[in-house]
């Protein structure tokens, strides 16, 4: 019984040192948006001059290209859906649009230098996710995975993976491809011309045009 006592103990320690490395939590300018094509509304949040949405798209297409993780609905509240590149240029509703690689990074910047943080994910992530973030601008980061090849899927808990918009390397042409946040704290802008197909699917966020 003492050892049991003393190991909570020294977790409480530890996570009350994780939350002093992290800034105290500041009342974020938050919004809602209603989708009119299907009712559903999103919270909204802004940060610097950008307006996000901060819950995952959950528009449902009619297509195969939109899906819940693991095709199990227990995740769809949490996360949305996972669209492919193509069911994202069709899911995007209007007043809104999917991300520049330049508006991620100016996101990234603002979150680091505004939460006086080394890594983004600990100032925009959930407490859901790791216990030391702050979520101080209601981005409400969640780790929803992906869909890869032959209908499988990865790094649910692991890893938030959004489709980005960019130019490909190969053509030059506008592609999409994802940009990953992980359970590492690192942010990766996975630039390749094959994401610009049908072998991966990501969540989306939107910016307000």
Known sequence: M???????????????????KTPAKS???????????DGTEYKTCKIGNQVWLAENLK?????????????????FDKFGYLYTSK?????????????????????????????RCKEAIQVLASKEWKKSSSDKFGFSLLPGGRGVEDDEFSEMDLAANFWCQGKGWLTKNPVLWPVCFNEYDEVEFISSDVYAGDTTAASIRLVKD
């Open 87 to 115: 069911g994202a240029e069709k899911a995007i509703p209007e007043g809104w649009h999917l991300p520049t690689e330049e508006e991620w990074e100016t996101l990234i910047r603002f979150a680091k230098k505004n939460g």
């Open 2 to 20: 003492l050892s049991k006592k003393t190991n909570e103990a020294q977790d409480a320690e530890m996570d009350a040192a994780e939350s002093a």
């Open 59 to 75: 528009y449902e297409l009619n297509s195969n290209d939109c899906f819940v993780y693991d095709e199990d609905y227990q995740y």
């Open 27 to 37: 009342s974020a300018e938050m919004g809602t948006f209603v989708d009119p094509r």
